[in-house]
């Protein structure tokens, strides 16, 4: 494979630019019709094609645990002869800022308390709802989206690293489609849709994350929280991210991430000790025991008989599990290509039980901490503390409240907003720096102005958003774009396989 010139590639940044462009002035003029029309279009998709998401992540995780176990499992990202560039801890603290940081500080607390106070499986506020509760966080945050960001990693680090193409998504089905059509309309269709994708996944990710900064300044100091707050989070982060991006991801990302991980874990270990220490263990050990147990249900389970959407009052499955499945996949552009460009000279091996293992049982332990010390609280207290009630009235609210009935209440939400905005640099980090490889025809090392640029554009789109409170319109567009790159990634898989088998033949 011959690779393009290392350039901004113009018909690639124009066209994703134009199509953001279309969204943020129709969203500016009239957020409520865009948020109307792009909903009905959602529930055309969860509706009609619901299951597809459930069979297809199911067997991404499948696709995954066979390879890493095969005979191809041996083969390197890289040369035969190449080493990993980043040690073990380095790109475990990467692997995990990069892939749901916020995410997690945002849901940590609030998910366990809406499978609590409104279970789908069991009756509300009860022994039994919390036990489902931290089963049904661990599926959600497990192996499955862990495999999204896998499969896209293996496929793009493989035919970068080891067969000489451009760090492009088109340049993963050349071996189905040829060069000719790679270069062609087809490819750059491919690669614009890749880039769409991330901005918009960021973007509504920056607006949570500020929201919830916006949240805790408000309970801490008393400062309003409001939009313009929230933008003014958002342009300082931006200028951190935009430095942290152009001093390259051996310097910026790697010493962001490996420092953010030890913060976390620090938060971690000190709500372990103030919190409910045995509840958190055992409801661990517990959880994991039963999420492994009941995760081919889970990956299967459609609720085809209507019984949880009559018992919770909406459609649960769409809700939630197919949910987070088109969310992860809306992340597994720039998440995937980004831990590709970090597990270079891993084994494959190595790289899937890595990737997939370890930010599971890290994501386990998290939901432990947080979700487990909060329902404790609310199971053992005589009145409500009302954790679940602040995460049903506003997600962003659930984890200040918990601090409240423990100690060191105002240095935990100092340290979780601190957590919070280092998440918020590393994934805009990643994803600019992963939209400017993706815009320069494959070239890992961008050019500053690139990523400066797609940075300034991906936190202007979340800036703009949360002042037309266009942001569930934003997560609605990133879902269906979810669709076709679930699509697209199932021929990347038979690409990667057809040349993994005829490579092992030689």
């Not at 509760?133 to 495999?147: D, E, T, V």
Request: one cysteine or more; charged letters at 10%.
């Amino acid at each position: 494979m011959k690779a393009p010139e290392s350039t901004l590639d113009k018909g690639i940044t124009i066209g994703s630019v134009l199509v953001c462009s279309i969204f943020i002035v129709a969203t500016l003029i009239s957020a409520d019709m865009v948020k109307e029309v792009f909903d009905k279009i959602f529930k055309f998709f969860i509706n009609n094609f619901g299951w597809s998401y459930l069979l297809l992540v199911a067997g991404f995780v499948l696709f995954c645990f066979i390879v890493a176990m095969s005979k191809f499992g041996n083969i390197r990202l890289g040369k035969d002869d190449e080493q990993p560039e980043f040690s073990l801890m380095a790109w475990f603290a990467m692997l995990f800022a990069a892939g749901m940081g916020i995410g997690l500080v945002f849901w940590g607390v609030a998910e366990p308390m809406f499978h609590y106070a409104t279970p789908p499986h069991t009756d509300p506020r009860t022994p039994e709802a919390a036990a489902d509760a931290m089963r049904i966080a661990f599926f959600h945050w497990g192996l499955h989206p862990w495999s999204c960001y896998a499969v896209v990693a293996l496929v793009l680090g493989y035919f970068q690293f080891r067969k000489g193409a451009p760090g492009l998504f088109s340049w993963t089905v050349a071996p189905l489609v040829g060069e000719k059509h790679v270069r062609g309309g087809l490819g750059k269709s491919i690669d614009a849709l890749a880039i769409v994708v991330t901005l918009f996944g960021v973007a509504n990710s920056l607006g949570m994350g500020a929201m919830q900064v916006s949240t805790g300044l408000n309970k801490l100091y008393s400062i309003p929280n409001n939009n313009t707050i929230a933008i003014i989070i958002i342009v300082v982060v931006t200028v951190l991210y935009i430095f942290s991006a152009v001093t390259g991801v051996d310097k910026g990302i790697k010493i962001l991430s490996t420092t953010n991980m030890f913060m976390a874990f620090g938060l971690m270990a000190l709500i372990l000790i103030c919190g409910p220490t045995i509840y958190i263990l055992e409801s661990l050990i517990e959880s994991l025991g039963d999420y492994f147990q009941n995760i081919i249900k889970f990956s299967f389970f459609m609720d085809t008989a209507k019984i949880t959407e009559n018992r919770v009052g909406y459609d649960w499955m769409g809700s939630w599990t197919v949910f987070y499945w088109a969310w992860w996949l809306v992340w597994a552009p720039f998440v995937g290509a980004f831990i590709a460009r970090i597990s270079r000279g891993r084994t494959i091996r190595e790289f899937v039980l890595g990737a997939l293992m370890a930010p599971t049982l890290l994501c386990a332990i998290w939901f432990s901490i947080l979700g487990g010390t909060a329902l404790n609280l609310e199971l053992t207290m005589p009145e409500s503390p009302g954790i679940a009630e602040a995460a049903l009235a506003d997600p962003t609210a659930a984890v200040f409240q918990l601090y409240d009935f423990l100690p060191l209440s105002a240095i935990l939400s100092l340290v979780t907003m601190v957590i919070i905005c280092i998440f918020f640099i590393t994934s805009a980090d990643s994803a600019t720096y992963i939209i400017g490889v993706m815009s320069s025809n494959g070239n890992i090392n961008p050019s500053n102005r690139a990523k400066v640029g797609w940075g300034v554009l991906c936190s202007t789109i979340a800036a703009m958003l949360l002042l037309t409170g266009g942001l569930k319109a934003v997560q609605t567009v990133s879902f269906i774009f979810s669709f076709p790159f679930m699509i697209l990634m199932v021929f990347m898989m038979v690409s990667f396989t057809r040349c993994i088998v005829a490579e092992f033949k030689q």
